[in-house]
């Protein structure tokens, strides 16, 4: 899944979780945008993960990656 191959990633840069920034709009996101330093629900996700705590931001079509990256200070 996202997690494993994020793992990967991490274990190669020699990372960790909180350095993680992820996008999710759907049920099996929920498990990454946990791990995740910054767990990010898109505008259009499902209602689950906008009522987790989660950053939300606007949907894709409304450049929502691009507001949470300034949000957090990446842009």
Known sequence: GKCAGIEKVLDEFSLTWDSVIAFGDGENDWQMLKKA??????GNAIDALKQGDFYITDSVERDGVVTALRHFGLL
């Open 37 to 42: 330093g910054y767990g990010v629900a898109m």
